[in-house]
T-cell receptor, first 114, second 114 residues
Framework: TQLLEQSPQFLSIQEGENLTVYCNSS?????LQWYRQEPGEGPVLLVT?????EVKKLKRLTFQFGDARKDSSLHITAAQPGDTGLYLC??????????????FGQGTILTVHP | NAGVTQTPKFRVLKTGQSMTLLCAQD?????MYWYRQDPGMGLRLIHY???????AKGEVPDGYNVSRLKKQNFLLGLESAAPSQTSVYFC?????????????FGQGTRLTVV
């Protein structure tokens, strides 16, 4: 059972276009993280959102956490070839026995063509 | 900074063979994790450890064993490899402090079972 549904799975766009990746769940998470992974490397954290309705910006990337803390989105403005990679959302639950375990979405493979 | 180091990076096994994947972290993190990554599935948690001498099952533990004899090392063992265990394996670690701290990932081990 995939608790975090990420869409789309594949995205191929031209340089300069905008895009949005969605991460949805029926469960509530205490926080939602977005990672980026390059080929042959491990995931690297981009951002953590913890408050319902929170919006964080990282240069051309905008991350939003849903009001009910069940969904999140990543929006990239004016995509560049350097944005190409695998984007993963991951949710963490609160509680003493959560131990930082993460539930990952399926990932979105983004290709930005020059 | 070494961070999280995994060895080996690549391995080909025959069905029924055994092997051990080693993960070492130099950040004095209490929590360590083993994930597997398969196409279209994101990362799934195999086993995790919240401290030296302790381990626990994750989402997909069958066919794997782990040990954490030293705080900095987390070993993942396959006693009798099966083709279904062909995957990319990632180790991660994070500090116990704070509910939403960053998880640091190794570069991965690409395992093929033939």
């Amino acid at each position: 059972t995939q608790l975090l549904e990420q869409s789309p799975q594949f995205l191929s766009i031209q340089e300069g276009e905008n895009l949005t990746v969605y991460c949805n769940s029926s469960s509530v998470f205490s926080s939602l993280q977005w990672y980026r992974q390059e080929p042959g490397e491990g995931p690297v954290l981009l951002v953590t959102v913890v408050t319902g309705g929170e919006v964080k910006k990282l240069k051309r990337l905008t991350f939003q956490f849903g009001d009910a803390r069940k969904d999140s989105s990543l929006h990239i403005t004016a995509a560049q070839p350097g944005d190409t990679g695998l984007y993963l959302c991951a949710g963490a639950r609160a509680g003493g026995t959560s131990y930082g375990k993460l539930t990952f979405g399926q990932g979105t493979i983004l290709t930005v063509h020059p | 900074n070494a961070g999280v180091t995994q060895t080996p990076k690549f391995r080909v096994l025959k069905t029924g063979q055994s092997m051990t994947l080693l993960c070492a972290q130099d950040m004095n993190h209490e929590y360590m994790y083993w994930y597997r990554q398969d196409p279209g599935m994101g990362l799934r948690l195999i086993h995790y450890s919240v401290g030296e001498g302790t381990t626990a099952k994750g989402e997909v533990p069958d066919g794997y064993n782990v040990s954490r004899l030293k705080k900095q090392n987390f070993l993942l063992g396959l006693e009798s490899a099966a083709p279904s265990q062909t995957s990319v394996y990632f180790c991660a670690s994070r500090s116990r402090t704070g509910a939403n701290t960053e998880a640091f990932f190794g570069q991965g081990t690409r395992l093929t079972v033939v």
